[in-house]
């Protein structure tokens, strides 16, 4: 099983987190599948997926110890904290702010990324002792937006979630983000005939645009 540090180095090094928000579960799996196979290393499944944990538990058997970190999303409260947790996801995500589920996920060790918008929700979810700000929605502000919050919280660990593409990737991590999440580009590449590949290589693609965004 990864450590916090690990979960957070993984995270941190590769820059992308993949949310897997598909129809179904077995949608889900095989999209997180093929897409790490195309390198990705960081999965969020969120538990709007029927039989979401199931598929957490599924990929926690298979690559746990491989060095990926299977998350969770969407963990609104304490109770799906732990519930997360126990299925095997060593990250837990959320769109807003709830004390009692990054306590939950401190007291398990668990990395946490909290949604915020604004500077009060951002420096709330900081405080309250999230790992990673999850700017949520991101399509609403953009690249400047960000380097507007970071200029009086640079030590915010930033992370968009929503719109981030291959082509503006660059411009997240020139404003300062410490990774992104990345959703459609890659977990819809298949949809159209079934060809899972496109997936992993959507995911490559992904990957390459943001090892050259960064110096």
Known sequence: MLTKFEVLETIVRTGALLIARLGSADEAYRVAEAAIDGGIRAVEVPLTVPGALGVIERLADKYGDQGIVV????????????????????????????????????????????????????????????????????????????????????????????????ENVGAWFAAGVTAVGVGSFVTKAAQNDGDYGLVARAARTFLEAIDNARP
């Open 71 to 166: 998350g969770a999303g969407t963990v609104l409260d304490a109770e799906a904290a732990y519930a997360s947790v126990a299925a095997g996801a060593r990250l837990l995500v959320s769109p807003q702010l709830n004390p009692n589920m990054i306590a939950a996920a401190n007291r398990y060790q668990a990395v946490t990324a909290s949604g915020a918008f604004t500077p009060t929700e951002v420096l709330n979810t900081l405080e309250a002792g999230a790992d990673i700000v999850k700017l949520f929605p991101a399509e609403l502000g953009g690249p400047a937006y960000v380097k507007t919050i970071l200029a009086p919280l640079p030590q915010a660990p930033i992370m968009p979630s929503g719109g981030v593409t291959p």
